[in-house]
């Protein structure tokens, strides 16, 4: 990296006046970007970590209160475990989750059948109706008396739960509405599963492989590079979970829904304490963080790159 | 150290100071706030005050019309510059980033006294004070309580209340063998009427007498029918505990579990959702409802004979007891001119054609008692404007925290319907939590 970075230096140093000349201008053609990164998330950002340190509650200047707002998460906040518990519950369910029906539908919508490319379209539209608009129609379909998903369990002689207003089904359900807008994910996937050569397939078929055999040995193994970017993606999104949850249970029933960025939300604009939100929004980017770092590091054990 | 990280280093640092010197800024301009009122009102330059609401675009049309109408005229000096639809998140959020917004009105009155504690609103007592009014005497008392503090401060004016109240379906208590027009009088002939009009066929239920495991906003209303405080009005401590309380959420479960109280759950958790409110389904008999219900039956064209009136009570003492909520107007910290601010506010919140009008068109009550007199045409909805205007109606909560409040109070509600927490239980913990983060306002 340093000797990169070296590397890097020697070439400036040894670039030709027409060639500072364009890196200067470059520069300047991307200065509105790096002004507005700097001003916009830059110092927002770092100003979060002044704020987490004092009482900010918006209006009143704020006063420095050191670690107190890390301590009272820590020692005296029931819900802020609880929002943590549901947000790596939500995670541990609709990650893998996640990653086995976009993988599932991509191998589907690869084989070549007439009229694949209306499917396609087909699974890719949910990702493009507003969360709040989905969110409303999966009330309905949640619904326990009149709801789709309970009559069709009718039919085939299952009563269904109350989904959203029980505590133990509500997770589950929210897993649910986040799958079915998975789209633009099982793109991803179709385009790697394209970009697999048909020799290996060919080869696999000459050495008298199954489909079983051709998909854990040739398929997966290839697309390790996508379900990684997917993992880390997703890992991301899963922390922040927020607005189907804000929409459909407002953290209920008996903060079974509570998740992280819910709660801070509350505590930000609800009970206007900035502060404690502030800190709270840190922890939450260092545990993202730490399960980031988790899977690229362990990424060098099963994510394989062609040679 | 590595001299090579130096840029990133001294970026963080500026972002830093950047970032505390952004909060003593606030500090000077804070201060710089006047505090002395202007004995003598009249503006002689012209100024433009900011109003923001709460309000959908038709609402703020008409309330720009009735501003042409009553207020420029005898206010050639102040223009008034109206936005709708803004929430109280959003006006946090754009007075903290420094943007001027002179007069607000919210659509919840909780945040009133969490704001003026953290020091966003202007103290209007001094301005009240050159009115010469009795506040009492001007407003219906029970919507004032969420704008005054207990030392008798006013950080808000009240705008168009509402409240809840008793309906019950005429056609399904003729069908039960009841008479249309004796609704229950009392907590135990609620309960008796509950069981006559519930129907359960094959097991499960079809028809619910009484609208058992209601909106938490709803259950608050049952507890004050049966003598339940939600906070100690002299000494401002949270009274979550308070047996009548639990009582009150005992006898509703009590009677979920005569019906089992899964069947009840998965019976009340169809009936989520816009325009899916049982009682006017005629799913529920018995229920309690804002009202605004009274105008949302008649624009829906259902055709739905049914009354109105004040929920039965456990004990006479606590008669006519009904929820009052205001939109409350009130002045912000950063506007330049508080005193015209005021004296808009201070018209807005008095001047009875507004209260009546506005309060019609968006379903509300009026706040000041000169509009209640023929305020509708609509009997019904004169109950409502009585109601709101009774010995026992008032705030539920109106303190400090009552908007972390109303969060533990649902989660309790929902923790006891689903069973995983008794009344006595789930209120401790309430009480517990609301007073722990009471004390921090002190």
Same mark, same amino acid.
């Given at each position: 990296?340093?000797?990169?970075?070296?590397?890097?230096?020697?070439?400036?140093?040894s670039l030709t006046k027409q060639e500072k000349r364009s890196l200067r201008l470059g520069l300047a053609f991307i200065s509105p970007w790096i002004v507005g990164f700097l001003i916009l998330i830059l110092y927002p950002i770092f100003s979060s970590l002044y704020y987490s340190f004092t009482?900010?509650?918006?209006?009143?200047?704020?006063?420095?209160?050191?670690?107190?707002?890390?301590?009272?998460?820590?020692?005296?906040?029931?819900?802020?475990?609880?929002?943590?518990?549901?947000?790596?519950?939500?995670?541990?369910?609709?990650?893998?989750?996640?990653?086995?029906?976009?993988?599932?539908?991509?191998?589907?919508?690869?084989?070549?059948?007439?009229?694949?490319?209306?499917?396609?379209?087909?699974?890719?539209?949910?990702?493009?109706?507003?969360?709040?608009?989905?969110?409303?129609?999966?009330?309905?379909?949640?619904?326990?008396?009149?709801?789709?998903?309970?009559?069709?369990?009718?039919?085939?002689?299952?009563?269904?739960?109350?989904?959203?207003?029980?505590?133990?089904?509500?997770?589950?359900?929210?897993?649910?509405?986040?799958?079915?807008?998975?789209?633009?994910?099982?793109?991803?996937?179709?385009?790697?599963?394209?970009?697999?050569?048909?020799?290996?397939?060919?080869?696999?078929?000459?050495?008298?492989?199954?489909?079983?055999?051709?998909?854990?040995?040739?398929?997966?193994?290839?697309?390790?590079?996508?379900?990684?970017?997917?993992?880390?993606?997703?890992?991301?999104?899963?922390?922040?979970?927020?607005?189907?949850?804000?929409?459909?249970?407002?953290?209920?029933?008996?903060?079974?829904?509570?998740?992280?960025?819910?709660?801070?939300?509350?505590?930000?604009?609800?009970?206007?304490?900035?502060?404690?939100?502030?800190?709270?929004?840190?922890?939450?980017?260092?545990?993202?963080?730490?399960?980031?770092?988790?899977?690229?590091?362990?990424?060098?054990?099963?994510?394989?790159?062609?040679? | 150290?590595?001299?090579?990280?130096?840029?990133?280093?001294?970026? @963080?640092?500026?972002?830093? @100071?950047?970032?505390?010197?952004?909060?003593?800024?606030?500090?000077?301009?804070?201060?710089?706030?006047?505090?002395?009122?202007?004995?003598?009102?009249?503006?002689?330059?012209?100024?433009?005050?900011?109003? $923001?609401?709460?309000?959908?675009?038709?609402?703020?049309?008409?309330?720009?019309?009735?501003?042409?109408?009553?207020?420029?005229?005898?206010?050639?000096?102040?223009?008034?510059?109206?936005?709708?639809?803004?929430?109280?998140?959003?006006?946090? !959020?754009?007075?903290?980033?420094?943007?001027?917004?002179?007069?607000?009105?919210?659509?919840?009155?909780?945040?009133?006294?969490?704001?003026?504690?953290?020091?966003?609103?202007?103290?209007? !007592?001094?301005?009240?004070?050159?009115?010469?009014?009795?506040?009492?005497?001007?407003?219906?008392?029970?919507?004032?309580?969420?704008?005054?503090?207990?030392?008798?401060?006013?950080?808000?004016?009240?705008?168009?209340?509402?409240?809840?109240?008793?309906? $019950?379906?005429?056609?399904?208590?003729?069908?039960?063998?009841?008479?249309?027009?004796?609704?229950?009088?009392? @907590?135990?002939?609620?309960?008796?009427?509950?069981r006559k009009l519930t129907i359960v066929e094959n097991g499960e239920i079809k028809q619910l007498g009484w609208a058992i495991n209601q909106d938490p906003s709803n259950l608050i209303e049952l507890a004050m029918a049966f003598g339940g405080h939600f906070y100690d009005a002299q000494t401002?401590?949270?009274?979550? !505990?308070?047996?009548? @309380?639990?009582?009150?959420?005992?006898?509703?479960?009590?009677?979920?579990?005569?019906?089992?109280?899964?069947?009840?759950?998965?019976?009340?958790?169809?009936?989520?959702?816009?325009?899916?409110?049982?009682?006017?389904?005629?799913?529920?008999?018995?229920?309690?409802?804002?009202?605004?219900?009274?105008?949302?039956?008649?624009?829906?064209?259902?055709?739905?004979?049914?009354?109105?009136?004040?929920?039965?009570?456990?004990?006479?003492?606590?008669?006519?007891?009904?929820?009052?909520?205001?939109?409350?107007?009130?002045?912000?910290?950063?506007?330049?001119?508080?005193?015209?601010?005021?004296?808009?506010?201070?018209?807005?919140?008095?001047?009875?054609?507004?209260?009546?009008?506005?309060?019609?068109?968006?379903?509300?009550?009026?706040?000041?008692?000169?509009?209640?007199?023929?305020?509708?045409?609509?009997?019904?909805?004169?109950?409502?404007?009585?109601?709101?205007?009774?010995?026992n109606a008032r705030g539920w909560a109106p303190v400090t925290v009552s908007a972390f409040y109303i969060t533990e109070w649902t989660t309790a509600v929902q923790n006891i319907y689903t069973g995983s927490a008794t009344p006595e239980e789930a209120m401790e913990v309430v009480n517990k939590?609301?007073?722990?983060?009471?004390?921090?306002?002190?």
């Amino acid at each position: 990296m340093l000797k990169e970075l070296r590397v890097q230096k020697e070439k400036i140093r040894s670039l030709t006046k027409q060639e500072k000349r364009s890196l200067r201008l470059g520069l300047a053609f991307i200065s509105p970007w790096i002004v507005g990164f700097l001003i916009l998330i830059l110092y927002p950002i770092f100003s979060s970590l002044y704020y987490s340190f004092t009482d900010f509650a918006s209006f009143r200047p704020p006063n420095w209160v050191g670690l107190n707002n890390y301590v009272e998460l820590f020692t005296r906040d029931d819900k802020f475990f609880l929002s943590l518990y549901n947000t790596i519950f939500f995670f541990l369910l609709a990650m893998p989750a996640s990653v086995i029906v976009a993988l599932a539908l991509a191998i589907l919508l690869n084989s070549k059948l007439r009229g694949m490319t209306f499917f396609r379209s087909l699974f890719f539209v949910p990702t493009i109706v507003p969360a709040v608009a989905s969110a409303a129609v999966w009330m309905w379909i949640l619904n326990p008396q009149w709801g789709l998903l309970n009559a069709a369990l009718r039919l085939v002689g299952i009563h269904g739960p109350p989904w959203l207003s029980s505590p133990d089904w509500a997770k589950p359900s929210l897993v649910l509405v986040a799958l079915w807008g998975i789209g633009s994910e099982v793109i991803i996937y179709l385009a790697a599963l394209q970009g697999i050569p048909r020799d290996y397939y060919e080869a696999a078929l000459v050495d008298g492989a199954n489909s079983w055999q051709r998909t854990f040995s040739i398929t997966i193994p290839m697309i390790t590079p996508v379900i990684f970017f997917h993992l880390v993606n997703g890992t991301i999104w899963a922390f922040q979970y927020f607005t189907e949850a804000y929409i459909m249970t407002g953290g209920g029933p008996g903060n079974a829904t509570l998740f992280y960025s819910l709660y801070l939300y509350r505590n930000a604009f609800t009970n206007v304490k900035m502060g404690y939100a502030s800190a709270q929004a840190w922890i939450l980017f260092i545990v993202v963080m730490v399960a980031t770092l988790i899977i690229v590091v362990s990424s060098k054990r099963w994510v394989y790159y062609e040679e | 150290m590595n001299w090579k990280r130096l840029p990133f280093v001294i970026l @963080i640092c500026a972002s830093l @100071i950047l970032a505390a010197c952004g909060g003593t800024q606030k500090t000077t301009e804070a201060t710089k706030a006047p505090v002395a009122v202007a004995t003598n009102p009249p503006a002689t330059e012209p100024v433009t005050l900011v109003f $923001w609401n709460g309000f959908n675009a038709h609402e703020v049309d008409t309330l720009n019309q009735m501003i042409e109408k009553y207020w420029n005229p005898t206010h050639p000096n102040i223009k008034i510059e109206a936005k709708g639809e803004v929430g109280p998140d959003q006006i946090l !959020t754009a007075v903290s980033g420094g943007e001027t917004v002179d007069v607000a009105i919210l659509w919840d009155p909780t945040p009133v006294k969490v704001w003026a504690y953290q020091g966003a609103l202007v103290d209007l !007592t001094p301005y009240i004070e050159t009115q010469n009014a009795n506040l009492e005497d001007i407003f219906v008392p029970a919507g004032l309580e969420w704008v005054k503090q207990p030392d008798g401060h006013y950080f808000g004016l009240p705008f168009v209340n509402f409240n809840r109240g008793f309906y $019950w379906n005429k056609d399904l208590f003729r069908k039960a063998g009841l008479d249309p027009e004796k609704p229950p009088q009392n @907590i135990t002939e609620l309960a008796e009427y509950a069981r006559k009009l519930t129907i359960v066929e094959n097991g499960e239920i079809k028809q619910l007498g009484w609208a058992i495991n209601q909106d938490p906003s709803n259950l608050i209303e049952l507890a004050m029918a049966f003598g339940g405080h939600f906070y100690d009005a002299q000494t401002g401590k949270i009274t979550a !505990t308070d047996p009548k @309380i639990i009582e009150a959420l005992k006898w509703d479960v009590s009677l979920a579990k005569e019906f089992g109280l899964e069947k009840v759950n998965s019976f009340v958790a169809g009936f989520t959702g816009a325009g899916n409110d049982p009682f006017v389904l005629g799913k529920v008999a018995m229920t309690l409802s804002g009202c605004w219900t009274v105008t949302f039956i008649k624009n829906a064209g259902v055709t739905l004979d049914y009354g109105v009136g004040a929920l039965p009570t456990a004990d006479p003492a606590y008669a006519r007891s009904n929820e009052v909520e205001t939109n409350p107007i009130v002045v912000l910290k950063n506007t330049k001119h508080p005193q015209q601010a005021f004296e808009f506010a201070w018209f807005l919140a008095t001047n009875p054609d507004v209260s009546r009008e506005f309060a019609n068109l968006v379903s509300n009550l009026p706040q000041v008692k000169a509009a209640m007199k023929n305020f509708s045409s609509d009997p019904k909805t004169m109950v409502f404007v009585d109601l709101s205007n009774s010995p026992n109606a008032r705030g539920w909560a109106p303190v400090t925290v009552s908007a972390f409040y109303i969060t533990e109070w649902t989660t309790a509600v929902q923790n006891i319907y689903t069973g995983s927490a008794t009344p006595e239980e789930a209120m401790e913990v309430v009480n517990k939590n609301v007073q722990a983060e009471a004390d921090k306002y002190k």
